[in-house]
């Protein structure tokens, strides 16, 4: 989009701040472009130079210019009429409330319309209309237990399955379309995304963070949704025959629950340990290729193997608890208080497996 | 974060009962011929007395500020000490200059500023005021969104060029500690954005903004008077402690380039370190290729200090913070 918009930068400037009114957008282009197109050409006689051969140059880099100016017009269009069909085709595959549950996501916006962590609801909304086509058409999930999410701030925390963090994007859109009051989830992100040209960009847009305690703190703080997976890597790199065992928590989450006395609201996610069906974990390549995990994936030899099966996701949200004390504690008191939250994460995670009559409806 | 609370009831204020007297002493201020330090100068001359320390001549000075044109590390800066008793000391004389040799800039940051400190012990002054930076803590990947002041200082991590300006800090700390009869107060501002012939400014002076191909680091600027203001509260008698100062709400740096007009144009970085390194052993750049990573990674302070103790908070907004860049166009 920067590549488009940098020479006809006025008009593109314009139009990146409007995107809700895609039809005004796409005739407010248009003409952009041609009056860049056409002041260039008229601006040459005006100049009369001296010089015969400088007259030719200007020519020339007029008639260059004129081209470029117009062919950046033409592909500024048809960037226009992509997103104004992909807002059609957004109202048609998640229905027409996507706009209106927007406006009511409690998020602190400063007055450039982006939170302090660089959230801005314009990216948040294509990435989560992306994870709700997958949420609502691909795995066609189930949500239970939306009535149990408090309004203020709360920390959601999670089983984590699947190879590829899935589970955390569906979760993401169900608490945006099926949840109410509508929200923005936020997670954390590994430190050394933040290296990634576009990759870092987009976390931050969409209101993903670093991953650090004191960015976590100050998330609660704003009553922000924090979605947190204890078991980290050990979760999602699981093989077929560990599905739906959680491995072992980390201890942060509760310490930061309690230090900013968040609720901490249990999440089964069912359906992700099928997607990719890994039957080896080989740690000595992983760490050789300093990955944090190498599945032995079968599924990608096959043709379309390489996209995660259309399991059927089923999401649990179980009722709330509290934890008071101090967040300084033992490990050990610490650990005791996160046994109880696995235990609960593990007994929604048997619950929905045995309630399931099929993994793929 | 939990040290930070218990940082903040050490450093709190110490409402002394200091006599009326002390607070009329003149003020030394070091580097007063800097934008900055000329713009504390017209804020303070008209209600104290300010002497004005710097190797550099100040042709337009107000008539009523003594000036001396000295070098900080000359013998002579004891003298100026010895001969008046002084209220407070205000240290902007920080050299950073990329071009000046690490030689230089150690002995006039370290050294010069080592000297200063004796004297301020040695003659009593009752209140150090020492402009740090927030660039100490530095642009790193993995960085808090907003640092306190409890954080590491770890800017010369990649940058070893600014490390002097990290031990001036650490020297104002260590001073701070070990001399209690002294009020010492570390500002560490934003990127100040003024007249100020600083990287911020200058890199927003471009006529067209080159930003890092895919990154877009949330950024905090301040007005270069809102520092002045900074450092005017600071003055206040009992006041002691270190200080993040920022400006208005932090903002992308696409958002700031685009609230000056101008164009950005976005550079691979390997293309954009590749050339810049270039460009500096050509000397065609003022802006040294390290400094590229305040375009790529989020280094953004936690002012909170600052607005519940110094009591500060930016007069100017964002508009005006960034458009103060074209003050200082020629």
């Given at each position: 989009?920067?590549a488009?918009?940098?020479?006809?930068r006025?008009?593109?400037?314009?139009?990146?701040?409007e995107?809700?009114?895609?039809?005004?957008?796409?005739?407010?282009?248009?003409?952009?472009?041609?009056?860049?197109?056409?002041?260039?050409g008229?601006?040459?006689?005006?100049?009369?130079?001296?010089?015969?051969?400088?007259?030719?140059?200007?020519?020339?880099?007029?008639?260059?210019?004129?081209?470029?100016?117009?062919?950046?017009?033409?592909?500024?269009?048809?960037?226009?009429?992509?997103?104004?069909?992909?807002?059609a085709?957004?109202?048609?595959?998640?229905?027409?409330?996507?706009?209106?549950?927007?406006?009511?996501?409690?998020?602190?916006?400063?007055?450039?319309?982006?939170?302090?962590?660089?959230?801005?609801?314009?990216?948040?909304?294509?990435?989560?209309?992306?994870?709700?086509?997958?949420?609502?058409?691909?795995?066609?999930?189930?949500?239970?237990?939306?009535?149990?999410?408090?309004?203020?701030?709360?920390?959601?925390?999670?089983?984590?399955?699947?190879?590829?963090?899935?589970?955390?994007?569906?979760?993401?859109?169900?608490?945006?379309?099926?949840?109410?009051p509508?929200?923005f989830?936020?997670?954390?992100?590994?430190?050394?995304?933040?290296?990634?040209?576009?990759?870092?960009?987009?976390?931050?847009?969409?209101?993903?963070?670093?991953?650090?305690?004191?960015?976590?703190?100050?998330?609660?703080?704003?009553?922000?949704?924090?979605?947190?997976?204890?078991?980290?890597?050990r979760?999602?790199?699981?093989?077929?025959?560990?599905?739906?065992?959680?491995?072992?928590?980390?201890?942060?989450?509760?310490?930061?629950?309690?230090?900013?006395?968040?609720?901490?609201?249990p999440?089964?996610?069912?359906?992700?340990?099928?997607?990719y069906?890994?039957?080896?974990?080989?740690?000595?390549?992983?760490?050789?290729?300093?990955l944090?995990?190498?599945p032995?994936?079968?599924?990608?030899l096959?043709?379309?193997?390489?996209?995660?099966?259309?399991?059927?996701?089923?999401?649990?949200?179980?009722?709330?608890?509290?934890?008071?004390?101090?967040?300084?504690?033992?490990?050990?008191?610490?650990?005791?208080?996160?046994?109880?939250?696995k235990?609960?994460?593990?007994?929604?995670v048997?619950?929905?497996?045995?309630?399931?009559?099929?993994?793929?409806? | 974060?939990?040290?930070?609370?218990?940082?903040?009831?050490?450093?709190?204020?110490?409402?002394?009962t200091?006599?009326?007297?002390?607070?009329?002493?003149?003020?030394?201020?070091?580097g007063?011929?800097?934008?900055l330090?000329?713009?504390?100068a017209?804020?303070?001359?008209?209600?104290?007395?300010?002497?004005?320390?710097?190797?550099?001549?100040?042709?337009?000075?107000?008539?009523?500020?003594?000036h001396?044109?000295?070098?900080?590390?000359?013998?002579?800066?004891r003298?100026v000490?010895?001969?008046?008793?002084?209220?407070?000391?205000?240290?902007?004389?920080?050299?950073?200059?990329?071009?000046?040799?690490?030689a230089?800039?150690?002995?006039?940051?370290?050294?010069?500023?080592?000297?200063?400190?004796?004297?301020v012990?040695?003659?009593?002054?009752?209140?150090?005021?020492?402009?740090?930076s927030?660039?100490?803590?530095?642009?790193?990947?993995?960085?808090?969104?907003?640092?306190?002041?409890?954080?590491?200082?770890?800017g010369?991590?990649?940058?070893?060029?600014?490390?002097?300006?990290i031990?001036?800090?650490?020297h104002?700390?260590?001073?701070?500690?070990?001399?209690?009869?002294?009020?010492?107060?570390?500002?560490?501002?934003?990127?100040?954005?003024?007249n100020?012939?600083?990287?911020?400014?200058?890199?927003?002076?471009?006529?067209?903004?080159?930003?890092?191909?895919?990154?877009?680091p949330?950024?905090q600027?301040?007005?270069?008077?809102?520092v002045?203001?900074?450092?005017?509260?600071?003055?206040?008698?009992?006041?002691?402690?270190?200080?993040?100062?920022?400006?208005?709400?932090?903002?992308p740096l696409?958002?700031?380039?685009?609230?000056?007009?101008?164009?950005?144009?976005?550079?691979?970085?390997?293309l954009?370190?590749?050339?810049?390194?270039r460009?500096?052993?050509?000397?065609?750049?003022s802006?040294?290729?390290?400094?590229?990573?305040?375009?790529?990674?989020?280094?953004?302070?936690?002012?909170?200090?600052?607005?519940?103790?110094?009591?500060?908070?930016?007069?100017?907004?964002?508009?005006?913070?960034?458009?103060?860049?074209?003050?200082?166009?020629?």
């Amino acid at each position: 989009m920067t590549a488009i918009r940098s020479p006809g930068r006025n008009a593109g400037g314009k139009i990146g701040r409007e995107t809700d009114t895609a039809f005004s957008i796409a005739g407010s282009c248009g003409d952009g472009g041609l009056t860049c197109a056409s002041r260039v050409g008229t601006s040459d006689p005006v100049d009369s130079p001296p010089n015969r051969a400088l007259e030719r140059a200007v020519t020339a880099r007029s008639v260059v210019g004129s081209l470029v100016r117009g062919l950046q017009s033409r592909a500024q269009r048809a960037v226009d009429e992509a997103r104004v069909g992909a807002s059609a085709w957004v109202t048609k595959a998640l229905g027409d409330d996507v706009e209106e549950r927007m406006k009511r996501v409690p998020v602190a916006l400063g007055q450039a319309g982006v939170d302090p962590f660089g959230l801005d609801p314009k990216w948040t909304k294509w990435a989560l209309t992306s994870a709700g086509f997958l949420h609502r058409h691909y795995f066609r999930t189930e949500v239970f237990g939306a009535e149990n999410l408090p309004k203020g701030r709360v920390i959601l925390v999670s089983n984590h399955s699947g190879q590829l963090p899935i589970d955390g994007a569906l979760i993401g859109a169900a608490m945006f379309m099926d949840v109410e009051p509508p929200r923005f989830i936020r997670a954390m992100v590994e430190k050394w995304t933040q290296t990634l040209p576009f990759v870092s960009l987009l976390f931050s847009r969409v209101g993903q963070v670093v991953g650090v305690p004191e960015n976590a703190r100050r998330l609660l703080e704003q009553d922000e949704a924090l979605l947190v997976f204890p078991e980290g890597v050990r979760g999602i790199t699981k093989t077929y025959e560990q599905r739906y065992q959680l491995t072992e928590f980390g201890l942060g989450f509760m310490r930061l629950a309690m230090a900013t006395k968040s609720p901490i609201v249990p999440v089964a996610v069912i359906g992700g340990e099928e997607q990719y069906i890994s039957v080896a974990n080989l740690t000595g390549v992983a760490k050789a290729l300093g990955l944090p995990a190498f599945p032995i994936l079968p599924q990608l030899l096959i043709p379309g193997g390489q996209l995660p099966l259309p399991t059927r996701y089923r999401i649990y949200f179980g009722e709330p608890l509290h934890f008071d004390g101090d967040p300084d504690d033992d490990d050990s008191v610490i650990e005791e208080k996160v046994w109880l939250v696995k235990a609960t994460v593990q007994a929604m995670v048997n619950r929905g497996v045995k309630a399931r009559s099929h993994v793929f409806w | 974060m939990s040290s930070g609370d218990s940082g903040e009831t050490d450093l709190a204020v110490l409402e002394s009962t200091g006599d009326e007297g002390e607070r009329e002493l003149p003020i030394l201020i070091t580097g007063i011929c800097g934008r900055l330090g000329k713009s504390v100068a017209r804020r303070l001359h008209r209600t104290r007395t300010v002497v004005g320390v710097d190797r550099r001549p100040f042709p337009d000075k107000p008539k009523d500020i003594v000036h001396h044109q000295l070098d900080l590390r000359r013998k002579k800066i004891r003298d100026v000490l010895k001969s008046t008793r002084f209220g407070a000391v205000i240290h902007l004389g920080v050299l950073h200059d990329p071009r000046a040799s690490a030689a230089e800039h150690h002995s006039w940051n370290v050294s010069g500023f080592a000297k200063l400190l004796e004297y301020v012990d040695l003659f009593g002054v009752k209140k150090l005021i020492v402009l740090s930076s927030a660039n100490v803590y530095g642009p790193q990947p993995d960085n808090a969104q907003f640092l306190a002041e409890e954080a590491p200082l770890l800017g010369g991590q990649n940058f070893s060029e600014i490390r002097d300006l990290i031990e001036v800090d650490m020297h104002a700390q260590s001073f701070f500690w070990k001399h209690p009869e002294t009020e010492t107060v570390i500002l560490r501002p934003v990127h100040i954005l003024g007249n100020v012939k600083n990287a911020p400014s200058n890199f927003l002076r471009l006529p067209t903004v080159p930003t890092a191909m895919g990154f877009d680091p949330m950024v905090q600027v301040i007005h270069q008077e809102d520092v002045v203001h900074a450092i005017q509260l600071a003055l206040r008698p009992g006041l002691r402690g270190i200080f993040n100062v920022a400006g208005p709400e932090p903002l992308p740096l696409s958002r700031i380039i685009k609230l000056l007009g101008r164009g950005h144009l976005p550079i691979p970085l390997s293309l954009g370190t590749m050339v810049m390194k270039r460009l500096w052993s050509m000397r065609l750049t003022s802006f040294p290729p390290p400094e590229l990573d305040h375009i790529r990674y989020v280094c953004m302070v936690d002012d909170k200090r600052a607005r519940e103790v110094l009591g500060f908070s930016p007069l100017h907004t964002i508009e005006e913070t960034v458009r103060a860049v074209e003050d200082g166009a020629w």
